[in-house]
């Protein structure tokens, strides 16, 4: 292969063990717009998330959560809020995803139904 080939692939990254990524509760919040960071489509988006409910999930999912303290989420840089990092598991929005699925299940079963 000539090094013209070699620009047109895409480079794929493995994954290494223990690889983690950031996950912003503003990534989850139903009050959010996608601009605003919201990842998750409306209809899985959770109201008013916080990191404690992410970091219990994402214990419960085996994703080894670390919360980070006195984080500042980019779009907000002035509202010091936390965030978690959990291990990489698949792509990223698919991980928010089961999160906030998880985060849903995880109320409605706290209130009974």
Request: proline residues 3%; aromatic residues 6%; contains cysteine.
């Amino acid at each position: 292969m000539c090094g013209f080939e070699s620009i047109f692939l895409k480079e794929v990254k493995v994954t290494e063990k223990g690889e983690k990524i950031v996950i912003w509760p503003a990534y989850l919040t139903a009050g959010k717009t996608k601009g605003e960071g919201r990842i998750v489509s409306r209809r899985n988006a959770v109201k008013s998330t916080n990191i404690e409910e992410i970091e219990k999930v994402a214990r419960m999912l085996n994703m080894e959560p670390e919360v980070e303290k006195e984080k500042a989420y980019p779009k907000t840089t002035w509202h010091h809020t936390r965030r978690v990092r959990v291990n990489k598991v698949g792509r990223k929005g698919e991980i928010v995803k089961k999160i906030a699925k998880a985060i849903k299940e995880m109320r409605e079963k706290s209130r009974g139904r």
